[in-house]
């Protein structure tokens, strides 16, 4: 990789992976040397890096959530031996179901806000990104990007590019 391939690479890694650690990018790569997200003949380039941060982080999310999910089950049967046998705490509970029962809220309907000039600005952009990307997208590790010329843009960099464009619109017009 060049020097520019490289700078580029991390810069996409501290946007898209803002959450990994420095010990977890270094299981990452110690996993991918070891061949558990399979063989780079080719070298490895930004795609493929990007694409094993991908697999990473999906495999870390897939276990975060069975610990989560064992967890669970194992607070939920404690809870349960608890209540079970403390009768005096079940009758509070009883006690206080009652209370709300007879107390019911009515909430009233929510009020609709009015979105702001940002808001509707940005919704216009996203817009316009969505219909760019039929045409000259691509996805790059899970990341929809634009393909202009031979350069790449995440939705982010489109954004501020074009907030950039409609701020230079409104100086230009303040200054007739």
């Not at 520019?4 to 010990?23: C, F, P």
Request: proline share 1%; glycine share 4%; with cysteine.
């Amino acid at each position: 990789m060049t020097e520019m391939q490289i700078v580029s690479t991390a810069e996409s890694i501290s946007q898209l992976y803002k959450h990994l650690t420095l010990e977890d990018l270094h299981r990452c790569f110690t996993k991918a040397v070891a061949g558990q997200y399979g063989n780079f003949y080719e070298g490895l380039d930004e795609p493929k890096i990007l694409n094993l941060l991908n697999q990473y982080d999906l495999q870390r999310e897939q276990e975060l959530i069975k610990f989560r999910t064992e967890e669970s089950k194992e607070y939920k049967l404690q809870s349960k031996e608890i209540f079970t046998t403390n009768t005096e705490a079940i009758q509070q509970l009883q006690k206080i179901r009652q209370q709300l029962e007879v107390k019911k809220v009515v909430l009233n309907t929510p009020v609709e806000r009015i979105k702001t000039e940002g808001e509707i600005l940005q919704q216009k952009i996203l817009a316009e990104f969505d219909e760019l990307f039929k045409t000259t997208g691509t996805e790059i590790a899970g990341v929809r990007h634009l393909k202009i010329n031979e350069d790449f843009m995440q939705v982010s960099d489109y954004l501020e590019f074009r907030y950039l464009q409609e701020l230079d619109k409104i100086e230009n017009t303040e200054s007739w």
